[in-house]
């Protein structure tokens, strides 16, 4: 048998610092200090800086707000952010503050057990602290180099050919190759960009807040589950230290710069549970609508748009975190490619064309989730109706995969269903294949021990094990997981590397 063998060009070590990037052209007025400028350092603007800075790309991420928001909002990573995680080495220091439970109940929390055998060696939900998540990724962006600067606003931008200027609030201009905008719903980015936001916007809206309760908890549990027999927008739920995660529908559709009052909470419960639970002492208050809006494009010349700023849905199903993680996981070796010099043409652009349609479907689903909620009678026999329905394991099947992402397949042109996809983390002879790809590089995954990477060789791994357990000769593996090629052939492989990695080096 023959031994595996990997081989890789050895990348230099994270420095605390923006490392050197070719220098501007001469017809640039202006000095570019950075390749990239980020707005917002929530979820994806941090996972967006650090896989920037796998590939030596100087970043800046501006955020607006000078310190992490005061209350602690629980949040589901699902099985394909877990995945992520697990390709660039966080896995571990992110299940060392969360809590696992099954993959079930997420579609509009219908309760129904996990399928058996998803695929995926990450099957569960992590629960975590929103702003411990946000703390964790800004951490690993800055340990590989990022800058991250708070306090700071943007106000204004121009982009030319060569690069964009971007306007801070107090005056101060910075200059970058591109701009990035990962603030928020709100986007100012998007806003000033003038692209279209599309959609719909709240008919209804919920108050969610953590505080103390003045009954029993054998009360408050047995007054929850009457309601929630017909109420899927009504909780209270004990989140420890003698507090409650308290979930209740508004009376109407308000102002969200304006945050609720434990007035508004009390006369909710009132109104819904003939009590208020002696709700006191809350330790924050806040409201979310249904508002359902997709970004009409993601790229405007040298200015792109991901997470939150591209797209909008009701919480239902725990979706949002995770869809902009994603979204930077996928734009950030394309974006390093461009700047880096070796991008194929059009590369820059499969981002929006495989990200736009998840955003949609997601869009889609929740939807579908929030006429599930509702407690007209219509609505509600179509909720007992599929309930019944997901009692079929492929219907189960089919709803957990949609919502934990791991069923998305992008658009690869013909061939076996693998392509498009993302792999599992399959055992390989050096232990996993996800401890292989913490770099952010692709990587040929080769049981036939024949192929080469060849002149790709500074940005695609080469990893010969006839072991691997795959039901296919050959993989190339995109570095976000996606399976860009499946087969044997070398000058078909070259195809590949070159319309993915682009040419090979000299």
Not at 50 to 77: M, N, Q, S, W, Y
Not at 258 to 264: G, H
Not at 361 to 371: F, H, I, S
Request: net charge negative; charged share 25%; hydrophobic share 40%.
């Amino acid at each position: 048998m023959n031994s595996p063998q990997f081989t890789a060009e050895p990348s230099p070590s994270p420095s605390p610092s923006p490392s050197p990037s070719p220098s501007p052209s001469d017809a640039d007025p202006y000095p570019v200090p950075y390749d990239v400028i980020i707005a917002g350092c929530g979820p994806t603007g941090a996972m967006l800086a650090a896989e920037l800075r796998l590939h030596d790309v100087r970043v800046l991420v501006l955020e607006k707000e000078t310190e992490p928001a005061p209350f602690v909002r629980i949040v589901g990573l699902h099985i394909r952010s877990l995945e992520l995680m697990a390709m660039r080495g966080l896995l571990d220091r992110v299940l060392e503050h969360g809590r696992r439970r099954p993959a079930a109940g997420f579609f509009a929390g219908i309760s129904k057990p996990a399928p058996e055998g998803l695929d995926s060696a990450h099957a569960y939900l992590l629960g975590i602290p929103h702003p411990v998540i946000v703390r964790l990724l800004e951490e690993h962006a800055i340990q590989l180099g990022a800058q991250v600067r708070r306090g700071c606003a943007v106000a204004g931008f121009e982009q030319d050919d060569e690069g964009v200027t971007v306007d801070l609030a107090d005056g101060e201009q910075l200059r970058a190759r591109y701009l990035v905008g990962c603030d928020g719903g709100r986007s100012a980015v998007r806003k000033l960009l003038g692209v279209g936001f599309p959609g719909e916007p709240s008919r209804t809206e919920t108050l969610m807040g953590e505080m103390e309760v003045g009954v029993p908890q054998e009360e408050v549990a047995a007054k929850v589950a009457e309601i929630g027999e017909t109420n899927k927008r009504f909780w209270l739920r004990p989140f420890g230290g003698g507090a409650y995660s308290v979930v209740v529908p508004a009376a109407g559709v308000g102002d969200r710069a304006e945050p609720p009052t434990l007035q508004d909470f009390k006369q909710q419960l009132r109104a819904i549970a003939g009590t208020d639970f002696g709700v006191h002492s809350p330790r924050w208050l806040s409201r979310f609508g249904d508002a359902t809006r997709l970004a009409e494009r993601y790229r405007v010349g040298r200015v792109l748009l991901a997470g939150d700023a591209a797209h909008i849905h009701p919480p239902t199903g725990g979706q949002g975190l995770n869809l902009g993680v994603q979204d930077a996981f996928n734009l950030g070796w394309k974006l390093a490619a461009q700047i880096r010099g070796w991008a194929p043409e059009a590369l820059l652009d499969t981002y929006q064309a495989e990200r736009r349609p998840v955003a949609e479907d997601v869009l889609d689903n929740t939807r579908a989730q929030m006429e599930l909620a509702s407690t007209e009678p219509g609505p509600q026999a179509l909720r007992r109706l599929l309930t019944e329905l997901m009692d079929i394991d492929e219907v189960n099947r089919r709803l957990i995969e949609k919502i934990a992402a791991i069923d998305i397949r992008y658009d690869f042109g013909d061939g076996p269903d693998l392509l498009g996809r993302r792999l599992r983390d399959i055992d390989v002879e050096q232990g996993h294949l996800y401890g292989l790809l913490h770099r952010g590089r692709g990587l040929l995954l080769d049981r036939t021990a024949r192929l080469t990477v060849g002149g790709w060789s500074d940005r695609v791994d080469h990893l010969a094990d006839p072991t691997a357990v795959l039901d296919v000769p050959c993989v190339l593996l995109r570095p976000d997981g996606h399976v860009a090629w499946i087969g044997d052939d070398q000058q078909d492989l070259d195809a590949h590397l070159s319309r993915w990695f682009g040419k090979p080096a000299n």
